[in-house]
């Protein structure tokens, strides 16, 4: 099978041409990923707008659902799970309690703290978004076979504990 010549194999070739001197072989995989984490991020998120959410709205509610029941988790741990600062948590909270898709209440365990619970309508919304969700990355998927989508992974989470972020 031929092999096809995308937008990086001709960035590169100008690069060999004006910079002989540099290794740029590293600029086919960092380009590569860049276009795709781009790509792909767009149709994540055009998927959870079909669900009324924002990314961040999605990140908080599967957060809450993934935690079990009785789904809610103090904002402190929403913001360490999610890896965003307690602040941008807030901004998301506020939309989502608007929405009707949390509450936010006094803990049980501990009357000075808070916690943040999934509402009936919050439960319904994310198990629709998220069933939506793994459809579409299997969608984003399917030109890996099996063996392809499972030696990506394996590389994937090398590469990550490798650069110290598993």
């Known amino acids: 099978m031929a092999r096809t010549t995308d937008r990086v194999d001709?960035?590169?070739?100008?690069?060999?041409r004006e910079r002989p001197d540099l290794d740029i072989s590293p600029q086919a995989v960092f380009g590569r990923l860049h276009r795709l984490s781009d790509a792909l991020r767009r149709e994540l998120i055009a998927g959870y707008e079909q669900h009324g959410l924002g990314e961040?709205?999605?990140?908080?509610?599967?957060t809450?659902?993934?935690n079990g029941d009785p789904f809610e988790l103090a904002?402190?741990?929403?913001?360490?799970?999610?890896?965003?600062?307690?602040?941008?948590?807030?901004?998301?909270?506020?939309?989502?309690?608007?929405?009707?898709?949390v509450a936010r209440r006094t803990s049980a365990s501990d009357g000075r703290g808070r916690v943040v619970a999934?509402?009936?309508?919050?439960?319904?919304?994310?198990?629709?978004?998220?069933?939506?969700?793994?459809?579409?990355?299997?969608?984003?998927?399917?030109?890996?076979?099996?063996?392809?989508?499972?030696?990506?992974?394996?590389?994937l989470r090398r590469w990550l504990h490798a650069i110290g972020q598993d």
């Open 56 to 62: 961040g709205d999605f990140d908080i509610l599967a």
């Open 118 to 155: 999934l509402t009936d309508a919050g439960r319904r919304v994310i198990d629709d978004a998220f069933a939506a969700h793994m459809r579409n990355e299997q969608r984003l998927l399917a030109g890996l076979d099996e063996e392809d989508r499972s030696r990506l992974e394996d590389l």
């Open 75 to 101: 904002p402190g741990e929403l913001a360490r799970h999610t890896m965003v600062t307690t602040g941008a948590v807030t901004k998301r909270l506020d939309r989502l309690e608007t929405a009707g898709l």
């Open 64 to 66: 809450l659902r993934r």
């Open 10 to 16: 001709r960035i590169q070739a100008q690069w060999r």
